[in-house]
């Protein structure tokens, strides 16, 4: 997946954002440029790089990464070596973003599905993280990585995405551990539902999956099923499509704060209090009540 990468100078301190598209990259840009940052954000033909360039801002670069590519994500590594002008100094600060979602029960979901968002979602924030750890530790900076809600708690249909977000998770609590020794802080974003705001699930991009797997689902899954359950089940993920937050100011902020602040946490929840009374309930309580509380079908 092309995904952006954001460089950011700021009294002497550089960081860089991988993944996050047009929509969080040039709004986290105009967030930062007041604090005299230079950025480089692909993809470099896309509207959000066009936009960026545009500014005509000299503190800016767009350049190209796909992080599931061990040579981009290397090429990336040397532009920001070139880039900074005390590359021994190293990296102030890199935010994996970059993420896609799809859904699909198990019996319908191929290995294919699981292994397509993984490399994107969970090796992608690997492969980067790794290529710039060098540098992070160099600074004694941060490394701030995006999950989700879905990478402390489940849903129905969405375990292709929840295993990418948890292995996210572990990967970054282990991280954080290790990187202790180092002064390095490494810190988790755990937004709630920001669909809306992302596009990163939309009503065609459904269609296409749904007949996906439909067709590569088995005779026998097919007919337990059935054509009427399925149907119901896609008109209720088309119905997710406009739902949640449209304003990513939440994430935008608790991002900044991450990379900003003297005494960051560890972990920000940026949500509607629902969704946060919701994450503690279910991973708080017993499993037994959290599920009859939230999941149709669940009994005592």
């Given at each position: 997946?092309?995904?952006?990468?954001?460089?950011?100078?700021?009294?002497?301190?550089?960081?860089?954002?991988?993944?996050?598209?047009?929509?969080?990259?040039?709004?986290?840009?105009?967030?930062?440029?007041?604090?005299?940052?230079?950025?480089?954000?692909?993809?470099?033909?896309?509207?959000?790089?066009?936009?960026?360039?545009?500014?005509?801002?000299?503190?800016m670069k767009v350049l190209q990464?796909?992080?599931?590519?061990?040579?981009?994500?290397?090429?990336?590594?040397?532009?920001?070596?070139?880039?900074?002008?005390?590359?021994?100094?190293?990296?102030?600060?890199?935010?994996?973003?970059?993420?896609?979602?799809?859904?699909?029960?198990?019996?319908?979901?191929?290995?294919?599905?699981?292994?397509?968002?993984?490399?994107?979602?969970?090796?992608?924030?690997?492969?980067?993280?790794?290529?710039?750890?060098?540098?992070i530790r160099r600074a004694k900076?941060?490394?701030?990585?995006?999950?989700?809600?879905?990478?402390?708690?489940?849903?129905?249909?969405?375990?292709?995405?929840?295993?990418?977000?948890f292995g996210v998770a572990a990967?970054?609590?282990?991280?954080?551990?290790?990187?202790?020794?180092?002064?390095?802080?490494?810190?988790?974003?755990?937004?709630?539902?920001?669909?809306?705001?992302?596009?990163?699930?939309?009503?065609?991009?459904?269609?296409?999956?749904?007949?996906?797997?439909?067709?590569?689902?088995?005779?026998?899954?097919?007919?337990?099923?059935?054509?009427?359950?399925?149907?119901?089940?896609?008109?209720?993920?088309?119905?997710?499509?406009?739902?949640?937050?449209?304003?990513?100011?939440?994430?935008?902020?608790?991002?900044?704060?991450?990379?900003?602040?003297?005494?960051?946490?560890?972990?920000?929840?940026?949500?509607?209090?629902?969704?946060?009374?919701?994450?503690?309930?279910?991973?708080?309580?017993?499993?037994?009540?959290?599920?009859?509380?939230?999941?149709?079908?669940?009994?005592?």
């Amino acid at each position: 997946m092309r995904g952006a990468a954001m460089l950011l100078l700021a009294l002497g301190a550089a960081m860089l954002l991988a993944g996050g598209g047009r929509c969080l990259a040039h709004r986290l840009l105009l967030l930062l440029l007041p604090r005299r940052a230079r950025r480089a954000l692909p993809d470099e033909n896309g509207d959000g790089a066009r936009e960026l360039k545009n500014m005509k801002s000299d503190r800016m670069k767009v350049l190209q990464m796909d992080v599931c590519s061990d040579q981009e994500v290397a090429q990336a590594v040397d532009f920001v070596k070139r880039s900074l002008k005390e590359p021994e100094k190293g990296l102030w600060g890199l935010v994996n973003n970059a993420g896609v979602s799809t859904f699909g029960e198990v019996e319908f979901a191929s290995l294919d599905n699981y292994k397509k968002v993984a490399e994107i979602n969970l090796w992608g924030t690997v492969r980067v993280t790794k290529a710039f750890l060098p540098l992070i530790r160099r600074a004694k900076g941060r490394v701030v990585n995006t999950t989700s809600m879905l990478g402390r708690m489940v849903s129905p249909s969405r375990s292709c995405y929840c295993i990418s977000k948890f292995g996210v998770a572990a990967f970054s609590d282990c991280l954080r551990q290790e990187m202790y020794r180092w002064d390095v802080r490494v810190i988790l974003i755990e937004p709630s539902n920001f669909v809306a705001a992302t596009g990163i699930l939309t009503a065609d991009s459904i269609d296409k999956q749904a007949e996906a797997l439909w067709s590569g689902a088995s005779d026998t899954v097919r007919e337990d099923y059935g054509r009427e359950y399925f149907t119901r089940h896609v008109a209720l993920m088309k119905s997710f499509v406009n739902s949640g937050l449209k304003d990513m100011s939440l994430v935008l902020n608790d991002i900044t704060d991450a990379l900003t602040s003297p005494c960051p946490n560890n972990r920000y929840n940026p949500m509607e209090p629902y969704w946060w009374v919701r994450l503690q309930v279910m991973t708080h309580l017993p499993t037994a009540i959290a599920d009859w509380l939230y999941v149709p079908g669940a009994t005592l």
